[in-house]
Structure formats: structure tokens, C-alpha cells
């Protein structure tokens, strides 16, 4: 049985969508034990799809929408949208590593989808942006086959490289670049302190992001963004926060957040002083890895590099000049793999506004920084 868009008023409750699924759409989805386990046994549920994130983006002034696709068994598959009025136009709304579903059945995919237009209509969202879970390329093309078009701007990153923890910690040291290595075990030895942080050091840890933005030229957050993404990643010890610390100075700060089968870099920053022999960020992110390790986590992402570079290591090429000695190199420095990730997709619940968006997705290009002041940055 094909599957049947949902009521464009938004049920309240479950409704039939194919002989097996029934879908819920949740107009202000607030915390939801089931579906964020839900994402933690999923492959590819990822921590922006779950509940606790949305109260995180809640923090930036964006409220979340669910669709949630169950059987007879429980949730099988749903997305996560967050979104934002803006003026007149109506919502915007995007989801980061989303649809989730537990199984490849395109009517699941046409339910999730149909739900998503149903409800986007009822709330004015004008614009919805997709971007699917890491190991899901083949969702880009089921998405461009039914309507949807490339975009421009990006959701989440679309490369990143992974660090394989499920292996001894020898392995995974010797798998590094030998500086890498070397600032990892030497930087302690030298006097950098490590410690666990807690609510009185999130102003120093936004206090290095924005050392850090101004040496990098980017807008970082404001500080109830971190804060939130602390609290309540930590109250389910999902979340670790670190800081280096030579000489009663402060080096670097880093938050890190634990969902599914891997450990996230989401946030850090150096202070720019330089200590002979010491690096304080490559030494705070191998204690991640040791404790993503030691929780089981079967890998560590951080959460972006440059697409070129991935592009160009992914064809057998070598890093281009251009990122020598920057932070992409850094990160590609502990031996994990580069990854290109699904890219973004666009399209519009409003019939009228679909040819518009559908044109206009792959050339946006040139929006990067009002992108980001929407997203909440700079504030």
C-alpha cells in the first residue's frame, strides 16, 4: 500500500500510514526518553537528532518539530526539525543527520517524508533542509528522486574524520602522526594539568572559543549555547569537559559529547600561548579518546574538516597546499579516516514555494554568513 500524507491541521495522535506504520507529529517536541533510545541502538542516530539537542537549539531561539513512524515492534524510523520564523516569510526549519530509520523500506522513507510536508504546512515552515545521517548517502539519492534539491548550505558538516576506538590504545597511538603522538603523551609530562570542568568554567570555555574565533575568523555562539549543551548532555553522563591548565594558566577548554557508538568534538578553544614542548588541545582531545574508550564508545568524530581535503584524500590525492599546517591537518594527525558525508537537500511543504526553493537550493552559496547569524552565531 502506498503510503498517505498526514492531516494538514496535525493529528494529535498516531494515524495509518501504510499497512504496518503509523506516524505521530509532534508540533513542540520537548524531551523523549523512547525516541532519543530510539536514535542510541539506530545506526546513524546521531545526539542532533535526539531530544536533549533540541533543548540545546531551544537555547538559540529554535523550537523543535517530530515525526515519529512506528510499527507494531515500537519506532522504527522519524526526523527531527528545528525551526525558526522568519518575519513575514513564515519558518524556516532544517534537520541535522536526519531521517533515522531502522530499516531501508521506502514506504518508511514515503511516511517520514509525507509526515514532514503534512506538518510543515501546518505550522507556515516555508523551508525545510534535510541532511542525512553519515552513513547514509543513499538517502541523498532517494530524496533527489522525489523532489528535493541540492543545497548549498549545509545542515552539518559534510566531511569530518573518525578515530576507530575499538582497538588497544597502543594501536591507536601508534596509528598517529608522530607529532600527534608525541603531544599527546609528552604534554603531561611537561606540566599540563588536566581536569574535569563544571558550571563555573563554562565562561572559560567561551572565553578560549573566542580567542580562538578571533585568530580563525569565525562567530562562535553565546554562552547559554554551551551551557545548555553541558548541562544537559552531563546529567545523563553523555558529556565530557576538559581543560588544560600550566602554571595556574589557562591553555584550552573542550566539550565533548558521547551518543550511539561515538564520542563528538562540539566545542574548544586555545588560548594562543605557546609552552615549549606542550599542546594543549591535542592533549585534551587524546584524554577523550581514552575515555570514549573507556565507555565503550566504538569511535571519535570531530565533527568536520574541509570537504576539499577529504574530497582530494578520499581520490588517493594528497592534502592541498592550501590546508598545510591548519586544522583540518591537525585533526587528520591521529590517524583516523576522512570522511565525505550526505549533503544537504531542500525543498518547501508549500506547493507554491516549491519551484522557488528547488531553484534557488543549489545556489546558495554565497549565504554562508547570513546562514550563520541565523543559526544563532555572532550573538
Request: glycine share 10%.
Amino acid at each position: 500500500m502506498a503510503a498517505t500524507a498526514l492531516n494538514e491541521a496535525g493529528p494529535s495522535g498516531d494515524q495509518p500510514i501504510a499497512e504496518s506504520y503509523h506516524v505521530a507529529a509532534l508540533h513542540d517536541a520537548r524531551e523523549d526518553p523512547a525516541w532519543d533510545a530510539f536514535l542510541e541502538a539506530t545506526p546513524g542516530g546521531h545526539h542532533a537528532q535526539s531530544s536533549l539537542w533540541a533543548e540545546v537549539k531551544r537555547s538559540l531561539g529554535w523550537h523543535a518539530v517530530r515525526v515519529v513512524v512506528r510499527d507494531q515492534d515500537g519506532i522504527v524510523g522519524g526526523v527531527q526539525l528545528v525551526t525558526r520564523s522568519v518575519n513575514r516569510f513564515g519558518a524556516v526549519a532544517f534537520a541535522a543527520r536526519g531521517p533515522v530509520l531502522a530499516r531501508p523500506d521506502p514506504r518508511l522513507l514515503d511516511a517520514v517524508l509525507d509526515a514532514v510536508m503534512a506538518l510543515g504546512r501546518a505550522r507556515r515552515i516555508r523551508y525545510v533542509k534535510l541532511q542525512p545521517p553519515v552513513d547514509r548517502p543513499d538517502l541523498v539519492d532517494a530524496l533527489l528522486a522525489r523532489g528535493w534539491a541540492p543545497s548549498a548550505v549545509e545542515a552539518a558538516p559534510s566531511a569530518t574524520v573518525r578515530v576507530s576506538l575499538d582497538r588497544p590504545e597502543a594501536e591507536i597511538l601508534a596509528g598517529m602522526r608522530r607529532s600527534t603522538r608525541r603531544g599527546a603523551r609528552q604534554s603531561v609530562e611537561r606540566g599540563l594539568e588536566i581536569r574535569v570542568g563544571g558550571v563555573d568554567d563554562l565562561p572559560a570555555l567561551h572565553g578560549m572559543i573566542a580567542s580562538t574565533a578571533v585568530r580563525q575568523g569565525f562567530d562562535q555562539y553565546p554562552i547559554q549555547y554551551y551551557a545548555t549543551m553541558w548541562r544537559v548532555f552531563a546529567a545523563r553522563d553523555q558529556a565530557l569537559f576538559l581543560l588544560g591548565e600550566m602554571d595556574g594558566e589557562l591553555l584550552a577548554a573542550h566539550l565533548y559529547i558521547g551518543f550511539n557508538d561515538c564520542v563528538t568534538a562540539k566545542a574548544g578553544g586555545w588560548s594562543g600561548q605557546v609552552r615549549s614542548g606542550v599542546r594543549p588541545n591535542t592533549a585534551l582531545d587524546w584524554a577523550a579518546m581514552r575515555w570514549g574508550r573507556e565507555h565503550g564508545y566504538q569511535a571519535f568524530d570531530f565533527d568536520g574538516i574541509s570537504p576539499p581535503v577529504a574530497r582530494a584524500l578520499a581520490a588517493g590525492e594528497e592534502i592541498p597546499e592550501a590546508a598545510r599546517g591548519g586544522v583540518s591537518e591537525y585533526k587528520l594527525g591521529f590517524g583516523g579516516h576522512a570522511r565525505v558525508l550526505p549533503g544537504a537537500v531542500d525543498n518547501s511543504p508549500n506547493l507554491a514555494l516549491r519551484p522557488a526553493v528547488r531553484l534557488a537550493a543549489p545556489r546558495l552559496a554565497g549565504m554562508h554568513s547570513a546562514a550563520h547569524r541565523l543559526l544563532g552565531r555572532g550573538a
